[in-house]
């Protein structure tokens, strides 16, 4: 060492990264326009598609029904610019010789998207007053709603995060991200049961590895379903499983994402 | 200990070797010309030095710190420009300049912002984004963030790329108010730089250093700066 060392920066890089993410979405219309569609669909989905007041019943599950849907659609628009923007402005480099670490920065990237995502839903938060209003929903029931479907869109950051690593093209990590999540939405609706039953047999493919086996089968691929692990949510049952399935989704798409860009 | 360390750094993509055991060491006070044509090695010398590239072989010390192995305190000691000097267009120039602030985890981040400011001559153009700048400005706002934290260790890749000569008089004149009391690597084309800012140079050619010595020695070469050149990378 040739003189003392600058103070150890601790959490304060993370926090600078954390402020400017969360800022840049509102740098441009685009984030407005992004809340503005979201809103729209959302009380449109669940209005004139799901039958949501036609239903008659006070609850919201009509409208966290749709989520899935959207999320998988607007996450990956959230989440596009995540890297992507960094490698095309150049910035990439300039950020990884800032005293930052990279898992510092894609933390703070990421929660900085994903709270943007939690305000597009909380600008939801009049559907629930509406339903409120009319009849006596469970609020109980809407909150885990509310939180399962927030869930569902960080595991659909994770996997727009890994499509934004991937390339220095906005549109193409949109485009990569949207094809991943559609697809986890299709696979919870069994829409692939017969492709699969002809991959892995009717009894299900059996794995071995050492003295264990595995058996995969197709009920375990519905099982991956983004729909199947909100809906318990919106039926007011925080179970474990789903929790882990979307936390789980989420943070190997920030962990992949990162060791992608690590090694770039 | 010098500033900066360089030992046998080496790289590849694939089948190009684009750095061959580069060694060289840079101590407090002195201003390296960093010359060589494009795509001799220097970009990929300097991302390495820097921590943004790893060296397939070899090290890299920054005020001691390995790039590698300590490479946020090895950067808390490093100021990089690199080429083209990016920066995030949709910010203003001070907001830029205050988000480096913070994430370097500066004592008084608005002090050094505002000092920045006036050390590169910016301030008239400080609310204005960065997208909306000309060159030479973007060029100063890459500079600016380089220095911002006062570092012992500039490295600079082609800082004065693309400005007309009063914006390199300025960059110049800048770098040598500073130069006494830090270590300067600077990559550039322009061989009258090595006369008017630089105490050193080292030439690099396919990946290799062809010459590292003083300026004087360098300039005692020949009179015509542009034929040792072509004589060095050959």
């Known amino acids: 060492m040739t003189s003392p060392a600058p103070a150890a920066p601790g959490l304060k890089p993370f926090a600078a990264m954390l402020r400017r993410e969360f800022a840049g979405y509102f740098r441009t219309p685009l984030a407005y326009v992004f809340l503005a569609v979201f809103n729209a669909f959302a009380v449109s989905l669940a209005f004139f598609v799901g039958g949501l007041y036609e239903s008659g019943v006070a609850s919201l599950d009509r409208f966290f029904l749709y989520h899935p849907w959207l999320w998988a659609f607007l996450a990956p628009a959230a989440g596009a610019r995540l890297w992507a923007e960094e490698r095309r402005q150049g910035t990439l480099e300039l950020l990884l010789t800032w005293p930052i670490t990279v898992w510092q920065a894609a933390l703070g990237k990421f929660l900085a998207a994903w709270l943007f995502l939690a305000c597009a839903l909380l600008m939801t938060l009049p559907v629930a007053f509406t339903v409120g209003w009319l009849g006596d929903p469970d609020w109980g029931v809407i909150l885990s709603g509310y939180a399962g479907s927030l869930l569902c869109a960080g595991a659909c950051l994770g996997i727009a995060a890994i499509a934004s690593a991937l390339t220095r093209s906005q549109v193409i990590a949109f485009v990569t991200g949207f094809l991943a999540c559609f697809l986890l939405v299709l696979v919870g609706y069994g829409v692939f049961d017969e492709l699969l039953t002809g991959l892995l047999g009717q009894e299900g493919l059996f794995i071995r590895w050492r003295q264990f086996v595995f058996r995969v089968t197709v009920d375990d691929f519905r099982q991956l379903g983004l729909w199947r692990n909100l809906e318990p949510f919106t039926l007011g049952l925080v179970d474990a499983r789903p929790v882990a399935y979307f936390l789980s989704v989420a943070f190997a798409g920030l962990g992949l994402s990162t060791i992608i860009v690590e090694r770039r | ?234």
């Open chain 2, 1 to 234: 200990m010098p500033l900066i360390e360089a030992k046998h750094l080496s790289k590849s993509y694939g089948a190009l070797r684009a750095v061959s055991d580069v060694s060289f060491s840079v101590d407090r006070g002195e201003v390296v010309g960093f010359l060589g044509p494009n795509g001799a090695g220097k970009s990929t010398t300097m991302k390495m030095l820097t921590g943004h590239l790893r060296a397939d072989a070899g090290s890299a010390h920054i005020a001691g710190f390995d790039v590698a192995d300590e490479a946020v305190r090895a950067k808390q000691h490093l100021g990089y420009s690199p080429e083209g000097a990016p920066a995030y267009g949709e910010m203003t120039v001070r907001e830029f300049l205050r988000f480096a602030a913070d994430l370097r985890g500066l004592a008084d981040p608005a002090e050094s912002v505002r000092r920045t400011l006036a050390l590169c001559r910016l301030e008239e153009v400080a609310a204005q984004g960065i997208d909306t700048l000309s060159k030479g400005y973007r060029m100063r706002v890459g500079f600016a963030q380089a220095v911002l934290h006062d570092p012992e260790v500039l490295i600079l890749d082609e800082p004065t790329d693309g400005l007309d000569p009063n914006q390199k008089h300025e960059v110049r004149r800048i770098l040598k108010e500073m130069a006494a009391t830090k270590a300067v690597i600077v990559s550039t084309h322009i061989l009258e730089e090595v006369g008017e800012l630089c105490t050193r140079v080292i030439v690099i050619a396919k990946g290799e250093v062809r010459c590292d010595e003083s300026r004087e020695k360098f300039l005692a070469r020949g009179a015509d700066l542009n034929a040792v050149f072509r004589q060095l990378t050959a």
